[in-house]
């Protein structure tokens, strides 16, 4: 074992395989101990209202190191902002709120929200919105009556839009004399609402959307894109892993049995392996995927079921011909060992060393088989992975729109698990199989 | 096979005749054998297909609309009372559903569908349509087929001899820093063409602006074959460059270590002391005896193909069998999803009874004669 490990040190290839597949492995871990199964679900199925503070289609944060301009998301709460409320009689109070913000920026955010928060039985709160520009100037924005969980997005106001003669988030912070500079310094939301029931309360939140948010951005959806890239991991690999170990270790059992008892067995085995190269595996699971079941163990099933009379039946077959004929096989039936115990104890082991390097080449085809899947609409409804994330960004234009890390990253995180695997393999293949060392 | 053999002449002196014999009936063979796994392979899938019973909830609900319409054209019925009415509805559907053998048991239906399947006989879309406006499964296959034969076969082609031909020249100096930079690309090819197409679209369509972003010619098509058939290249590009990074390295990578065990033969060691050329050795000695080999793994690069082009079509929006399918999962089109699945099912067929042709003529094995192989 020891002298495996230090023949293995002798290829770079496969100390880099390695030491990614490590890398995957403690990010696997990460995740699944930080992030619970049920927790990352609920993160990203959750709804809308969990990411509704995020920004959409931020980049993620550490583009700000090749771009310290990008402007990060500021979030004002009213609990804690200076309030001052006034009686004006007949049961009416003002309250005004004044929501204060540094913008340090170059860039002009990617959008402006009020988030409002009402209690009221029958006479629901009316608030008027001000925005004061560190230059002295006042802009009002609108005014409306709350219901309990307003949203207001500045953005997304066709009037405020026209009136201001541009989108809102670039004319509210642009200097007056040069409209495409930012103006910097500090910002002032006034949020005056009137209550008309004693009981009522009002808080408000600003939301000055940024450019990039957290450590992988976010999707069109303002989800935070670290869950899924976080997940994808041990999904990726629990799939890729399960999906060899079943195909590989059934084609194994399988071409030994059948060279081991020979004669219809043998035959019938290499019938059904010509049938199932016939039959078109990507098309079926996509089949299965449409008509039946999106489940990835529904999928994994079938994938080891297609696998299993799969091309590799022929290779083995070829060198259990020969074991077959080994004279230890010989001792072993001389000595009393059963069909089974034959095929189990001396057969198999024999195959290990072919099987070792094509299992771990395997993983990754599988890996890609699950993305593919998923960028076809037929991954997973409620697991985050890689595959998803490509199919998401991909149907919603990502290279068109410029949005190049939505893809890049997922794609990346694929190829390095890829290259891991596939790299090590072919160190172990020459490890396993000296003749191929020779040249 | 037996009775055949009597017909060849025992005397050496037409080989040639013989030989001829001997591959049609081997191929003859080999042809009932794949007829045979086709039904096999095409049955399942009809099986897959309609083992939750789709096909038939598709075509019931199929039958009740068309007889809920034409009940509701007809004035006779119109003036019927609406329970008599509702009754001759469920009569109509009855008769329907007996006509197309809806009543008889799922097993005898499954081998009717077979039928049909193994005529191509693959029914009526229900949502999509071919270019020319026709719903007929077969006629929107056809309409797709010849773009996607077009990438993948011309891409198949420039990958193959590329690779041959690259190996060749590798196994000549294997050691070279290129050998070795060859062998440690190798493991690029785990990712499948459309993941390298999505960088390809990244770098050359949405950075450089170069090429386009996908489909197969302009829009609108440009006038003059000769314009056509260049806009239709331009869009090849990427596409086909997405293959071609797919497999490269690998396969040179395979047939370098695979020339080089053949050119360590002892033969081999002979004919360069007799002073042959390093051509010469090629190809009377390396290439001729590996020949079955490289033969086989073209047929099979292309089966892997066939399948492969679903998501890359998709990706590079190629108007083919792939992105039909694709769109047809979208629809949930199912008579599209059956009939391309059954199309594919075929072009593998096909592709396995070219390959075992042309083995018949070019290994010894099989021209020396069908009973020393038995």
């Given at each position: 074992m020891s002298r495996f490990v230090a023949e293995l040190r002798h290829y770079p290839s496969a100390?880099?395989?390695?030491?990614?597949?490590?890398?995957?492995?403690?990010?696997?871990?990460?995740?699944?101990?930080?992030?619970?199964?049920?927790e990352a679900i609920r993160l990203w199925r959750g709804g809308e209202a969990l990411w509704l503070e995020n920004p959409r289609n931020a980049r993620p944060v550490w583009m700000t190191l090749f771009r310290p301009d990008l402007p990060r998301t500021i979030v004002v709460r009213s609990q804690g902002a200076p309030r001052r409320v006034e009686d004006l009689g007949g049961g009416v109070r003002q309250v005004t709120m004044t929501l204060a913000f540094d913008y340090p920026y170059h860039d002009f955010p990617d959008g402006l929200g009020v988030?409002?928060?009402?209690?009221?039985?029958?006479?629901?709160?009316?608030?008027?919105?001000?925005?004061?520009?560190?230059?002295?100037?006042e802009i009002r924005i609108n005014e409306f009556t709350v219901r309990p969980r307003e949203v207001y997005r500045l953005s997304d106001d066709p009037r405020l839009r026209q009136e201001l003669g541009g989108p809102p988030e670039v004319v509210l912070l642009a200097s007056p004399d040069a409209p495409d500079r930012v103006l910097r310094g500090r910002y002032q939301l006034l949020v005056r609402g009137y209550l008309f029931e004693q009981a009522s309360t009002l808080e408000a939140r600003l939301v000055v959307y940024g450019k990039a948010h957290g450590l992988a951005g976010t999707d069109h959806l303002r989800r935070d894109l670290t869950i899924p890239l976080l997940w994808g991991a041990p999904i990726a690999m629990a799939f890729g892993l399960l999906a060899a170990v079943g195909s590989t270790l059934s084609t194994l059992v399988i071409a030994a049995v059948g060279v081991w008892y020979g004669r219809w067995v043998d035959g019938a085995i290499q019938r059904i392996t010509e049938v199932n190269l016939i039959l078109p595996a990507l098309p079926i699971l996509i089949m299965i995927g449409t008509l039946y079941s999106r489940s990835i163990w529904v999928i994994l099933g079938v994938v080891i079921l297609l696998g299993i009379f799969g091309p590799g039946i022929k290779t083995y077959r070829a060198l259990f011909l020969q074991v077959k004929e080994a004279p230890y096989v010989e001792a072993a039936r001389a000595y009393g060992a059963g069909n089974l115990r034959t095929v189990f104890v001396y057969m198999i082991p024999r195959a290990i060393p072919v099987l070792i390097p094509q299992f771990v080449t395997l993983i990754p085809s599988f890996v890609f088989l699950e993305a593919t899947l998923a960028v076809l609409g037929l991954g997973d409804p409620v697991l985050p992975t890689w595959g998803k994330v490509i199919e998401d960004a991909y149907?919603?234009?990502?290279?068109?729109?410029?949005?190049?890390?939505?893809?890049?990253?997922?794609?990346?995180?694929?190829?390095?698990?890829g290259l891991g695997f596939t790299m090590l393999g072919f160190a172990l293949d020459r490890i396993f199989n000296p003749r191929l060392r020779e040249i | 096979m037996a009775e055949a053999l009597p017909l060849v002449?025992?005397?050496?002196?037409?080989?040639?005749?013989?030989?001829?014999?001997?591959?049609?009936?081997?191929?003859?063979?080999?042809?009932?054998?794949?007829?045979?796994?086709?039904?096999?392979?095409?049955?399942l899938t009809i099986l897959v297909a309609n083992m939750g019973g789709y096909v038939d909830v598709?075509?019931?609900?199929?039958?009740?609309?068309?007889?809920?319409?034409?009940?509701?054209?007809?004035?006779?019925?119109?003036?019927?009372?609406?329970?008599?009415r509702q009754k001759r509805i469920e009569e109509l559907v009855k008769i329907e559903e007996e006509r197309l053998g809806l009543d008889r048991p799922f097993l005898m239906r499954t081998v009717v569908y077979l039928r049909e399947a193994l005529r191509l006989r693959l029914g009526f879309a229900e949502r999509m349509t071919s270019d020319t406006g026709s719903r007929l499964v077969r006629n929107i296959i056809l309409d797709?087929?010849?773009?996607?034969?077009?990438?993948?076969?011309?891409?198949?082609?420039?990958?193959?001899?590329?690779?041959?031909?690259a190996a060749l020249a590798l196994s000549r100096r294997y050691g070279s820093p290129l050998d070795r930079a060859v062998i440690a690309l190798a493991p690029t090819s785990a990712p499948p063409a459309w993941f390298y197409g999505i960088f390809l679209i990244l770098i050359f369509a949405a950075l450089l602006r170069v090429l386009p972003f996908g489909g197969m010619v302009d829009a609108p098509p440009p006038e003059g074959a000769l314009r056509y058939a260049a806009s239709v290249l331009r869009h090849m590009v990427l596409p086909m460059t997405a293959l071609f990074l797919t497999t490269i390295f690998l396969s040179v990578y395979s047939w370098r270590t695979f020339f080089l065990i053949f050119s360590s033969e002892d033969y081999v060691e002979v004919a360069k002391a007799k002073g042959l050329t390093s051509r010469a050795i090629e190809r009377r000695y390396i290439l001729r005896p590996t020949l079955?080999?490289?033969?086989?793994?073209?047929?099979?690069?292309?089966?892997?193909?066939?399948?492969?082009?679903?998501?890359?079509?998709t990706v590079f929006n190629w108007p083919g069998l792939g992105r039909a399918l694709f769109q047809a999962i979208g629809l949930y089109d199912t008579p599209v999803i059956v009939g391309a699945t059954i199309i594919y099912a075929y072009l593998l067929a096909v592709t396995v009874f070219v390959l075992d042709i042309l083995y018949a003529l070019i290994d010894p094995r099989v021209k020396v004669g069908l009973e020393g192989q038995r």
């Open positions: 100390v880099a395989g390695l030491s990614v597949i490590g890398l995957l492995v403690l990010t696997s871990v990460y995740a699944v101990v930080a992030i619970p199964y049920g988030f409002l928060e009402t209690e009221a039985v029958d006479r629901p709160p009316h608030v008027a919105l001000l925005w004061h520009t560190p230059d002295g100037a149907s919603k234009g990502a290279l068109f729109s410029g949005h190049y890390y939505w893809v890049l990253e997922p794609a990346v995180l694929l190829m390095l698990t | 002449t025992p005397r050496r002196a037409r080989p040639a005749v013989e030989t001829l014999l001997r591959v049609v009936t081997y191929s003859a063979t080999r042809l009932v054998a794949l007829f045979l796994t086709v039904v096999v392979g095409v049955y598709i075509k019931r609900t199929e039958i009740r609309e068309q007889v809920g319409i034409s009940v509701s054209f007809d004035p006779a019925m119109q003036r019927l009372p609406a329970e008599e797709r087929l010849p773009p996607t034969l077009l990438l993948f076969v011309s891409a198949q082609l420039l990958l193959f001899f590329a690779s041959v031909f079955p080999t490289i033969v086989t793994s073209f047929a099979l690069s292309l089966i892997g193909a066939w399948t492969g082009a679903i998501v890359l079509e």
